[in-house]
């Protein structure tokens, strides 16, 4: 048996498919397998939940299959844009294998958006001590005590003896070098030979050397959380 249960930002209860205004979070349950998925909404959305049975041959998949048909039940989030609307965008969680108790507080003891914007993408995962991040366009960018340079990816995690983990890489595949400054005095403990520290006043400076890396992710290690 398959059931989808949800609830809205004021408290209503979703328990069927159709448009939802304001989803706060949904789960998607199939008994018979054992399986769930999850999804948390962090901004305002328009929602259009699709619980439906659809029939169709099996060379609908590969056409050296036969045409003998399938019967399955196919569920689906979507929102849709029309034509000519202006920019937006749409925050949201997945979650493997949650159950609805677990999705009710999640937003506020899962991750947290940082900043989501056209130039950035960043969360935080308190329990973790974890910052994950995507920045798109050239310049500094500052998110909480980092400021990234150009684009790149970076994840920072709080480590042992109150150190902190820094990986980078370059998604581009274009860069020579991806340069991350983290405010204060953070004495170098270990990193990757493609890291060059700069200690600075107030500030230690990383240069990630990205060059033909295609994408690897180098780390260093620094003092201080």
């Known amino acids: 048996a398959v059931h989808i249960v949800g609830e809205t930002r004021d408290g209503s209860t979703v328990s069927s498919a159709g448009p939802v205004t304001d989803l706060a979070w ?13 999804y948390v909404f962090y901004t305002d959305n328009e929602i259009d939940v699709r619980l439906q049975e659809v029939e169709r041959p099996r060379s609908y998949i590969r056409t050296s299959n036969s045409d003998s048909p399938v019967e399955k039940t196919v569920f689906d989030l979507s929102q849709t844009r029309e034509g000519g609307a202006p920019a937006g965008s749409m925050a949201y969680a997945i979650v493997p294998g949650a159950d609805d108790g677990k999705l009710a507080d999640y ?3 899962g991750p947290e958006i940082v900043q989501h914007s056209d130039n950035v993408h960043a969360v935080r995962h308190p329990q973790l001590g974890l910052l994950a991040l995507n920045t798109f366009s050239e310049g ?17 995690q709080k480590g042992p003896r109150g150190s902190t983990v820094i990986a980078v890489s370059d998604p581009t595949f274009k860069r020579d070098t991806v340069s991350v400054t983290i405010r204060g005095r953070r004495p170098l403990v270990e990193s990757d030979p493609e890291v ?3 200690p600075e006043r107030g500030h230690l400076q990383l240069d990630f050397r990205t060059h033909h890396a295609y994408g690897k992710t180098f780390t260093v290690t620094v003092s201080g959380g």
């Open 26 to 38: 949904l789960l998607y349950a199939n008994a018979t397998r054992g399986t769930s998925i999850g």
């Open 107 to 109: 937003g506020s003891r």
């Open 140 to 156: 500094a960018h500052e998110i909480g005590n980092l400021t990234v340079h150009g684009p790149a990816s970076v994840i920072a």
């Open 196 to 198: 060059t520290a700069h």
